[in-house]
């Protein structure tokens, strides 16, 4: 119940393309969802996040669709820039995100130039 | 304005030794997580503290490892008498208090523990 799963593992994408990546969560409780980002020896950093009363959230280049019955939820790339290059992961949270963030596994992206 | 500082970057210990982590979260907030990471593998949720307080430890080894967040001070993660599978990259998260409109977490550098 507290297991959140993120597919794909790895993805690789030319430059310019639009990079998907999904996690799908079986905890009702969850309702804050944010994206992080995180480069070779450095830290996760916030992307995006979204909580389910809304269906999509955009910032810049970065979309998140949420689809609250299906318990599923995406992270869309626009315009994918091999500075993009990273791994990201989902994760979850419930009380509005004050409580601890289940993470899923990550997806290494490869943008190639 | 910091970002939440954690230190050592690198720490090295001989197995049976203890490991000392410390955070030093953002300033104006009053909440600290610590999650650990494997290779290539994702987080996963260690304690969650307050200033004096655990709020929740049900991440945490139930042995040779603790976690405090004096009224003064870091955070400290402690591991006592390590061995080789607490090889890992150690991260703290802040957030702001509980009732302020943004619960985001966010994270230090990590510090990367190696037990020889």
């Known amino acids: 119940q507290q297991q959140v799963k993120q597919s794909p593992q790895s993805l690789i994408v030319q430059k310019g393309g639009i990079s998907i990546i999904n996690c799908a969560y079986e905890?009702?409780?969850?309702?804050?969802f944010p994206w992080y980002q995180q480069f070779p020896g450095k830290g996760p950093a916030l992307l995006i996040a979204?909580?389910?009363?809304?269906s999509e959230k955009k910032e810049g280049r970065f979309t998140i669709s949420f689809n609250k019955s299906a318990k599923q939820f995406s992270l869309h790339i626009m315009d994918s820039q091999p500075g993009d290059s990273a791994t990201y992961f989902c994760?979850?949270?419930?009380?509005?995100?004050?409580?601890?963030?289940?993470f899923g596994k990550g997806t290494k992206l490869t943008v190639n130039p | 304005n910091a970002g939440v500082m954690q230190n050592p970057r690198h720490l090295v210990r001989r197995r049976g030794q203890e490991a000392r982590l410390r955070c030093s979260p953002m300033k104006g907030h009053s909440h600290v997580y610590w999650y650990r990471q494997l290779p290539e593998e994702g987080l996963k949720f260690m304690v969650y503290?307050?200033?004096?307080?655990?709020?929740?430890e049900s991440g945490m080894p139930k042995e040779r490892f603790s976690a405090e967040f004096p009224k003064e001070g870091p955070s400290i993660l402690r591991i006592q008498q390590v061995v080789r599978g607490d090889s890992a990259a150690y991260f703290c998260a802040s957030s702001p208090a509980i009732d302020f409109p943004q619960e985001t977490q966010y994270f230090g550098p990590g510090t990367r523990l190696l037990v020889l």
């Open positions: 994760a979850a949270s419930s009380q509005g995100g004050s409580e601890k963030l289940v």
């Open positions: 905890n009702t409780a969850f309702d804050y």
């Open positions: 979204i909580r389910p009363d809304v």
């Open positions: 503290l307050q200033k004096e307080n655990i709020i929740d």
